[in-house]
């Protein structure tokens, strides 16, 4: 990501195409290569991506997913029941 404090709101042309900047003055648009060599330049400063932490929540749905393996059930069918037609006498 490279940031600046001078483009706020911005959309500037660089040699890599245009760049467009954020409220904060934050850009993604470019490759990570590109951005460290934008870095270099006076007014934009090239700050690394942070990555997110892995989430506790996946162990627990695999632990979930072990406990009971759910069977098959079969459906029951029902023998069909017939009536008969009273004559009339």
């Known amino acids: ?12 042309a660089t040699p890599y195409g245009k760049v467009s900047f954020d409220e904060k003055g ?28 892995p989430k506790k929540e996946e162990p627990k749905q ?11 059930t079969k459906k029951k069918t029902t023998a069909k029941k017939t009536t008969e037609k009273k004559d009339k006498e």
């Open 62 to 72: 695999e632990a979930k997913k072990e406990e009971k393996p759910k069977a098959e």
């Open 26 to 53: 934050q850009s993604n648009d470019l490759t990570k290569e590109q951005q460290e060599k934008l870095g270099n330049l006076a007014y934009v400063e090239y700050v690394e991506d942070k990555k997110p932490e």
């Open 1 to 12: 990501m490279i940031q600046t404090d001078k483009f706020p709101n911005r959309v500037i």
